[in-house]
């Protein structure tokens, strides 16, 4: 487990995640009205058939990007300091490296009674609120110490992993996201590239991140904050049923 002390300026919200933990939130729901941790549905989705005219850019509040109709056109969006970003839609390959990797955590997972880490693909993630920052990381990973039975809803959860994939704006995930993830104190993030077949993997050092070696197919990604956890690359970017880069 890490050492770094949790963050009260992560708080997960679980707009996009399994059935069995949406409704968990919705059953705690006792009000429409947006709180830390909770879904921005989880207490009735919005009684509205109009679709505001966004694009990126547009000035908007955490607590008005929150109240968003949950419809796909919206499902791309992240909040920038107070201004929206309509993220690239992902490509097969995206989707490929993000699927390949959610299976190696959950077969090693599954090796525990208790498992030490929960994952989430497209989480919304509340970096702050009062700044206007939401991101939605390609995967997230909360480690979980044995008999801790908390929810990630709860505010002040430490986010310990993010993984982004390299889409077509590059420089977001390799400066800008870099940023918001150092300043909201995320241990560990992995940048993997599926065009040039390598990972970057970066970890908090002090407030900032110090790289680690550059790893390619020929490697084996490891955490310390998951001992036991490998993922042979080669098993990604050589997969015979990987896409072209282009896809």
């Known amino acids: 487990m890490s050492s770094v002390p949790p963050s009260p300026r992560t708080t997960p919200s679980p707009r996009r995640c399994c059935p069995a933990w949406k409704s968990r939130w919705a059953a705690s729901s ?3 009205a947006v ?5 921005r549905f989880a207490g009735g989705r919005p009684m509205t058939t109009a679709k505001p005219k966004l694009r990126t850019g547009t000035r908007m509040s955490a607590a008005e990007y929150l109240a968003l109709p949950e419809i796909d056109e919206y499902r791309w969006l992240e909040l920038d300091d107070g201004e929206l970003y309509f993220m690239p839609r992902p490509r097969r390959i995206h989707l490929f490296v993000s699927s390949r990797l959610t299976n ?6 599954e090796s525990f009674d208790e498992p030490p880490a929960e994952v989430y693909s497209e989480l919304v993630i509340i970096i702050s609120q009062e700044s ?5 990381p390609d995967l997230s990973i909360f480690l979980r110490a044995p008999g801790d039975e908390s929810d990630i809803s709860a505010s002040g959860r430490i986010l310990d992993i993010v993984i982004e994939i390299l889409s077509t704006d590059r420089n977001r995930d390799l400066v800008r996201k870099r940023q918001l993830y150092a300043e909201a104190s995320v ?3 992995w940048i993997f590239d599926p065009v040039n077949d390598n990972v970057l993997p970066l970890e ?3 407030g900032k991140y110090a790289e680690r070696p550059t790893l390619t197919a020929d ?3 490891t955490t310390p904050l998951l001992p036991g956890l490998e993922i042979p690359l080669g098993s990604i970017f050589n997969h015979r049923r990987r896409p072209p880069r282009d896809e």
């Open 30 to 32: 006792t009000t429409a």
């Open 35 to 39: 709180r830390p941790g909770m879904s």
């Open 104 to 109: 190696f955590f959950e077969n090693h997972l």
């Open 187 to 189: 241990h560990e993030y």
């Open 204 to 206: 908090l050092r002090g």
């Open 132 to 136: 206007g920052r939401i991101l939605i």
């Open 219 to 221: 490697d084996t990604l």
